[in-house]
């Protein structure tokens, strides 16, 4: 993808290709909350969506007037409700084509187009406890995850590990609970330490063993996602109960 100022540049007038398989669906943005000064949510209208579990994602299609298109997965940040309604949260990416449409020229009433839910194999249907680890906008999965416990009153065990460069990048930090742990890499409050997660985080959670054990689920980067891993192996996690969502 190119660089530079974002193509789509028209506000309110993204297209929707007229090509689009029957599995897009056009999605109408009805609302923008910002949540760090790089991140915001936005909340969509999706007519026809299928549902999805928390912990899902979706393929998101920009089309300009000239019928170039631009695609990436998002995750889904809402708890599903049926609502038609679903949100994602953006970090702004420097430069990013997509990320920096949303976070400069997107309003509500903008369209666009959206496929999914997708990946299977990283949704959490509440049926397990679930120790959660996340870096950046990675919590925007296990956010949906928590959400959903919340939403349905579940009562089995999960915990959230999020790491962020300090208190104001913490995304969700006014939603976040006794469920949640930050760990902050560059700045924190007086008396927290700063750095990055080390197994000292996450002894004493792997020290809750609760029926069944843990279920990880991990989202960020490629290095997040590699040392946090490295980190649970150590801890005795098992290999196949981690589960792994990249977003480098
Ligand atoms: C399964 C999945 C789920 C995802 N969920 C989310 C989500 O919930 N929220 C979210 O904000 N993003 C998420 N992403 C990342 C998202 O798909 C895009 O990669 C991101 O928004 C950047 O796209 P862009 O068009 O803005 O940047 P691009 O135009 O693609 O990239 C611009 C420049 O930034 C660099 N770059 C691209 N991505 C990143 C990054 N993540 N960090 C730093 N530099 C980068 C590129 O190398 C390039 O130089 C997810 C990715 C995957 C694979």
Redesign the pocket.
Known sequence: ???GAPRFAVPGRIAVSEQAESVWRTATLTEIRPETPH?ATFRLAVPGWAGHLPGQ?LM?RLTAEDGYT?Q??????SAPDGSGHIE???????????????HTVARPGDTFEVRGP??GF?AWPGDRPALLLGA???V??LMSMIRHHRARGLDVPLRMLVSARGPGELIYSAELGAETTPVFTRSAPTGTPVGRMTAAHLAPLMAERPPGGWEAYV?G?NGFAEHVSRLLVRAGQPVDRIRI????
Do not use: K, N, Q
């Open positions: 993808m190119p660089g991140a994602h998101l631009a990436r997965h998002y995750s889904i940040a994602l949260t953006l970090d702004r990416v420097p430069d990013g084509e997509v990320s920096g449409w949303f997708l990946s990283f950046g906008s990675g925007v999965p989202c980067s969502e990249r977003f480098g």
